[in-house]
């Protein structure tokens, strides 16, 4: 059974710091590429980020060199740290494998306003 809990979203001033976990279940994270997804209002979702078993890792364009993922495969969690957040940073944050699974967790909200 897929289960993926996500975690530490909240409202923060734009430059300040975040960082995200998602607790997933062993079968969802082993041996797979985890990534962190966003879903901002009236846009699709979007991958982030994303890492693999041996903690390669891919940003998207508009994160690089401020967001940084990073897995504990003994507690399958995956972590997203935030930094130098931004307005247009602000969304809904998931966790899945990459590809996704069909399954998604509740999100966590990220909102990044003064």
């Known amino acids: 059974q897929v289960q993926l809990v996500e975690s530490g979203g909240g409202l923060v001033q734009p430059g300040g710091s975040l960082r995200l976990s998602c607790s997933a279940s062993r079968s969802t994270f082993s041996f797979n590429v985890m990534g962190w997804y966003r879903q901002a209002p009236g846009k699709q979702r979007e991958l982030v980020a994303d890492?693999?078993?041996?903690?390669?890792?891919n940003y998207g364009d508009s994160v690089k060199g401020r967001f940084t993922i990073s897995r504990d495969n003994a507690k399958n969690t995956v972590y997203l740290q935030m930094n130098s957040l931004k307005p247009e940073d602000t969304a809904v944050y998931y966790c899945n494998t990459v590809p996704s699974t069909v399954y998604w967790g509740q999100g966590t909200q990220v909102t990044v306003s003064s």
């Open positions: 890492i693999t078993i041996a903690d390669r890792t």
